[in-house]
């Protein structure tokens, strides 16, 4: 299977041969000019309709990626953080950080959300003698389940998300 980076160097190949800027390409594809130039640098991974777009343009059969078959595991990964228990996405991590780009990128974001917030409620939870941490232990529950939430429904659809208040603990390898 065709995977990303190679599938970016696969298509500026294709590009270059046709004596097509990348600005010719996005035309074509209906994209602008700075999403070609991330999917030609392997930082996306192309839609499926961009796919057989591409697959028309050059005539070449584009092998299909494992991208469809990892969505649910992006998904889990995601959802995993309703409850900050660091495993759940360590483990998806570990295991198909390999096979999907997106897999390991996304992964420390959910990681460093889930250790930040497992730290917030430690925190919040040792505020309970107190008082003040009987209010701030279900609000920062609520805000937990909201972000992942919200957050699982737009990498569903393909969309960026975020992870506010997370703090930067691990960081991508260079």
């Known amino acids: 299977m ?9 298509i500026a190949r ?3 041969q046709q004596h097509w800027t990348q600005e010719v390409l996005a035309e074509k594809l209906s994209l602008n000019t700075r999403s070609v130039q991330r999917l030609e640098a392997g930082e996306t991974e192309p839609r499926a309709q961009t796919l057989a777009r591409l697959q028309e343009l050059f005539g070449d059969s584009f092998e299909q990626t494992a991208q469809s078959h990892n969505d649910l595991w992006l998904i889990l990964m995601h959802l995993s953080s309703v409850f900050p228990v660091v495993i ?13 780009t997106r897999i390991d990128y ?7 959300f889930q ?3 497992w730290l917030a409620m430690m925190v919040a939870g040792s505020m309970v003698f107190y008082l003040v ?27 960026p998300y975020r992870y506010p208040f997370s703090l930067r603990l691990l960081k991508r390898g260079a």
């Open 2 to 10: 065709m995977t990303q980076p190679e599938l970016g160097s696969h």
């Open 14 to 16: 294709l590009r270059q």
């Open 88 to 100: 759940i996405p360590l483990i998806i991590w570990v295991w198909k950080r390999a096979e999907d």
């Open 106 to 112: 996304q992964a420390y974001d959910v990681l460093n």
């Open 115 to 117: 250790i930040s917030m």
């Open 133 to 159: 941490g009987l209010i701030i232990l279900p609000l920062l529950g609520i805000f937990i389940c909201v972000v992942s939430i919200k957050n699982t429904l737009r990498v569903a659809q393909g969309q």
